[in-house]
């Protein structure tokens, strides 16, 4: 196992900058997921760590080794890809250990280190069957084997679980998570999905346009989001971002005065953006006012969207209701639980 550092990390296309400075590190031993919406860098990131994209500048670390101009197979880390790139003709136990073969280590090793993996994933049934006779949850269980036989200081993920249905990627969450907890190898975990790194990670890393946004546990990052773009990003339904201006110690928006969070000293007159998530807007006779616009029942909750002046704004209740579209209602946000933001640059003012 190692620790992982990136150092003033840059990468340009020609003229044109993907990630520039980036610096990051990531612990030994650590589950870290690389999170962000579609063209953030994220995967650019992973690959470069891997030594599948050159750098353009800066420094990567593993352990304590600088590995900028090493090839992938001299870095010590195994990757796991979305698509699974398994050998078609060749059985599992023959893609599990492909890696080791290609080394010249020993077939009685091979078969050990192939036989413990395959243990540890379930596999032990399907070491004589080849891919075309596995499910999608298989496949990505073999490729997982194939890149734990190699024992590498660095597990890379490249959303794996993209091409698996809805059910079957929640059961891998838990199955990859509960590999990292026995393993404890440091692992790197590329998303675009925020629920898998909410569940997944002991540490998320937020990227956009190529540079972080924040760093930070799960809880962390969804308690203090360090601006507008992680608040509206961790989070399903996402945070409700209202534009107001303090007055009095209250946001004045969208026709109601909401009180600042507690110790919030903000200057009378400032623009700022209030957020206040779903689940701590309840059903009153004052404050938001709007009309429903969509009620979406889940079953252990019920998601209503309410048409405002400025914009929708979406409540949890964890109550059965029967509001009707069209019908008027007013939101109101749970004591100390609000965000307030600048709205000039995003930025957490409290």
């Given at each position: 196992m190692a620790e992982v550092t990136i150092r003033d990390?840059?990468?340009?296309?020609?003229?044109?900058s993907v990630i520039?400075?980036?610096?990051?590190?990531?612990p030994d031993g650590s589950f870290t997921v690389l999170v962000g919406p579609s063209g953030c860098g994220k995967s650019t990131l992973l690959r470069m760590v891997a030594g599948l994209e050159e750098i353009s500048g800066g420094d990567i670390l593993i352990g304590q080794r600088r590995v900028n101009n090493l090839p992938p197979s001299e870095r010590d880390i195994?990757?796991?890809?979305?698509?699974?790139?398994l050998y078609p003709h060749k059985t599992v136990a023959a893609n599990m250990g492909f890696a080791l073969k290609m080394k010249g280590e020993r077939t009685e090793d091979i078969r050990a280190k192939v036989a413990r993996a395959a243990e540890i994933l379930g596999l032990t049934p399907?070491?004589?069957?080849?891919p075309r006779a596995l499910s999608g949850g298989q496949r990505q269980r073999v490729a997982m084997g194939r890149a734990i036989v190699r024992d590498p200081q660095v597990f890379l993920f490249d959303e794996p679980l993209s091409n698996l249905d809805a059910k079957l990627r929640v059961q891998m969450?838990?199955?990859i998570r509960e590999l990292h907890q026995r393993l404890k190898t440091t692992t790197v975990y590329v998303t675009h999905d925020q629920i898998e790194a909410m569940t997944m990670a002991d540490?998320?890393?937020?990227?956009?346009?190529?540079?972080?946004?924040?760093?930070?546990?799960?809880?962390?990052?969804?308690?203090?989001?360090?601006n507008t773009f992680v608040a509206g990003f961790i989070g399903s339904p996402a945070m409700n971002?209202?534009?107001?201006?303090?007055?009095?110690?209250?946001?004045?928006?969208?026709?109601?005065?909401?009180?600042?969070?507690?110790?919030?000293?903000?200057?009378?007159g400032k623009d700022v953006i209030?957020?206040?998530?779903?689940?701590?807007?309840?059903?009153?006779?004052?404050?938001?006012?709007?009309?429903?616009?969509?009620?979406?029942?889940?079953?252990?909750?019920?998601?209503?969207?309410?048409?405002?002046?400025?914009?929708?704004?979406?409540?949890?209740?964890?109550?059965?209701?029967?509001f009707r579209p069209g019908e008027a209602i007013a939101l109101a946000p749970r004591a100390g639980s609000a965000h307030v933001f600048d709205t000039a640059t995003g930025a957490r003012l409290c």
């Open positions: 990390l840059g990468k340009a296309y020609g003229a044109a520039e400075k980036l610096n990051l590190e990531i195994a990757m796991v890809f979305q698509n699974y790139a399907y070491l004589d069957r080849y969450r838990t199955e540490q998320i890393v937020i990227l956009n346009k190529g540079k972080i946004e924040q760093v930070g546990t799960p809880l962390e990052l969804y308690d203090r989001p360090a971002l209202l534009k107001g201006t303090v007055r009095g110690g209250h946001v004045q928006t969208e026709g109601a005065s909401l009180s600042l969070p507690d110790g919030c000293a903000v200057a009378e209030y957020g206040i998530r779903p689940e701590h807007l309840t059903v009153a006779a004052t404050g938001i006012q709007g009309t429903v616009a969509v009620v979406e029942p889940t079953g252990s909750e019920t998601h209503i969207i309410v048409r405002t002046e400025g914009q929708e704004v979406t409540a949890i209740s964890r109550e059965r209701v029967s």
